[in-house]
């Protein structure tokens, strides 16, 4: 079983509708990231947060949400699609707990905004 | 500004050339990491390589060797005898220990491995 997962792995909405995206890990980590991908752009942050009671901003966190559940539990909503949010969206975990200070990616959540 | 630069949009080269991808970052902070990941066409993301900053060691692994010299903040990237299967998008990334290890991705550059 892959150790991030992300739920749905494509989505197309209506612009005004909520959208949710949903990302879990395995791993056990305690940082977890959202990040957007556009074409020529590459990951943008979008939020991250370091622990259960810890969100933090991103370079584009305007007109997204997060909420962080549970440690391994990581939700990235849009109160209201807008078609420039049509993206490819990645969740990551990372744990600083040793050195190696790498991020771990799930599969991707390929978002359409009509 | 942009922490890291990938000014190489789009490669193309021709199977068994070797190719370079380069990369150029920005950064005050001493301890960094720099890493390489691929994205092909099925669009996950495939870690390559870390590098810490006090490590300048090149490296080698099969067909890919890595470049990484802080005099010139460069951490490029090398694909020997390339193959079709090389065919991906690439990104360079910056993590700072100064910024919460956030990460800062280039653009990313293209690469097209034709038979």
């Known amino acids: 079983d892959a150790d991030v997962t992300q739920t749905p792995r494509n989505r197309i909405t209506k612009t005004g509708k909520r959208i949710m995206l949903e990302c879990s890990q395995t791993?056990?980590?305690?940082?977890m990231y959202w990040y957007r991908q556009d074409p020529g752009l590459g990951l943008r942050l979008i939020y991250y947060?370091?622990?259960?009671?810890?969100?933090n901003k991103g370079e584009i966190s305007d007109g997204y949400s997060v909420s962080r559940q549970a440690q391994a539990k990581f939700s990235l909503s849009l109160e209201s699609a807008i078609p420039n949010q049509t993206a490819l969206y990645f969740c990551?975990?990372?744990?600083?707990?040793?050195?190696?200070?790498?991020?771990?990616f799930g599969p991707g959540t390929r978002l359409t905004v009509l | 500004a942009q922490k890291v630069t990938q000014a190489q949009t789009e490669i193309s080269v021709v199977e068994k050339e070797d190719v370079t991808l380069d990369c150029v970052y920005e950064?005050?902070?001493?301890?960094?990491?720099l890493f390489w990941y691929k994205q092909p066409p099925s669009g996950e993301l495939v870690f390559l390589i870390r590098?810490?900053?006090?490590?300048?060691q090149n490296e080698i692994s099969g067909r890919y060797s890595w470049n990484f010299q802080k005099s010139t903040s460069s951490f490029n990237f090398t694909i020997t005898a390339s193959q079709v299967v090389d065919s991906a998008v690439y990104f360079c990334?910056?993590?700072?220990?100064?910024?919460?290890?956030?990460?800062?991705f280039g653009t990313g550059t293209s690469l097209t491995v034709i038979p």
């Open positions: 990551a975990t990372s744990d600083l707990s040793g050195l190696l200070n790498e991020q771990f």
């Open positions: 791993k056990g980590h305690d940082r």
């Open positions: 947060s370091f622990d259960v009671k810890d969100i």
């Open positions: 950064t005050r902070d001493t301890t960094y990491y």
């Open positions: 590098r810490n900053s006090f490590d300048e």
């Open positions: 990334a910056l993590s700072e220990a100064n910024t919460g290890n956030q990460f800062y």
